[in-house]
């Protein structure tokens, strides 16, 4: 299957705008009430967008403590989870291990690296959605932005300067927490039109089948095998005749008669010559 190109970004921005979360859709739970209504609402769910954010680092001297937000979004609201929130961990922890929820986004590699660390815990059931659009022959990184104007016919605006604020603060500005509900929202909503999307689209490319295993060759058909070893002779119990004497006037295998004349001249051969 050729190559494909997803829209770029001048060509996103001549879409119509993404339908952003209002305000009142975005949660940022901080009290034992908020955290227990977040983790009453995200259960409920079979599938969630979901994104991290971490502080950035500038430095090869300083030290990486992300990530510090996990955000986690249906198609019509968003949590924002600050793990330094102990509560937060532990539902961050929950959802993602929860194999029965899908949770949904983009270039996650570092996502999958990072977090089981991070939460102490392995993630079940995360789906980067890049791997989707590959099988239909884009590359191996779509993004959300891309993604969005392929299946929405929509232009997603990202804000390169939110996405380098600090997100290790204990406060978020209006358009941190924009920002993060967004880069889960999105997703959310991709995930949510991929199948009518998919249904008009070319039969995705499909793995190459594994080589079946190369059959066992019978004993002695391989022409690198060694042969059999000979079958070993077994002495006769027939009596065996005697040795032949050497004829007249030889001498015998043993016989030493005539070497001394013989070396004689061997050894003339090697004396120098006088000019």
Not at 9 to 18: D, G, R, T
Not at 116 to 140: A, I, M, S, T, W
Not at 233 to 242: F, L, Y
Request: overall charge positive; charged content about 15%; glycine content about 6%.
């Amino acid at each position: 299957m050729p190559r494909l190109k997803p829209p770029t970004k001048e060509e996103s921005l001549l879409l119509p705008a993404f339908a952003a979360l209002p305000d009142n859709a975005i949660h940022l739970p901080a009290t034992e009430a908020e955290f227990a209504a977040a983790r009453t609402a995200l259960l409920a769910q079979t599938a969630l967008g979901f994104d991290t954010e971490s502080k950035p680092i500038f430095s090869t001297q300083q030290v990486d403590t992300g990530p510090h937000l996990v955000q986690l979004a249906t198609t019509d609201a968003a949590w924002l989870l600050q793990l330094h929130h102990p509560q937060a961990l532990e539902l961050a922890r929950e959802l993602l291990a929860h194999p029965g929820i899908c949770k949904v986004g983009f270039g996650l590699d570092n996502d999958k690296a990072t977090l089981p660390h991070r939460l102490g815990c392995e993630l079940h059931n995360v789906v980067d959605l890049d791997r989707v659009f590959k099988q239909y022959g884009y590359g191996n990184s779509t993004g959300v932005r891309a993604a969005v104007a392929l299946v929405l016919g929509q232009n997603f605006h990202k804000s390169k300067k939110m996405s380098t604020s600090n997100w290790a603060a204990r406060q978020y500005s209006p358009g941190q927490l924009r920002y993060a509900a967004n880069d889960a929202h999105g997703p959310a909503v991709v995930h949510a039109a991929l199948p009518a999307w998919q249904s008009r689209q070319p039969a995705p490319a499909t793995a190459r089948p594994p080589r079946p295993p190369r059959a066992s060759r019978a004993p002695g058909s391989d022409p690198m095998q060694s042969a059999p070893p000979a079958p070993t002779r077994q002495p006769s119990s027939e009596p065996q005749p005697a040795a032949l004497a050497p004829p007249s006037g030889t001498q015998g295998p043993q016989s030493t008669q005539g070497a001394a004349p013989v070396r004689s001249r061997i050894a003339a051969l090697f004396q120098p010559r006088r000019g």
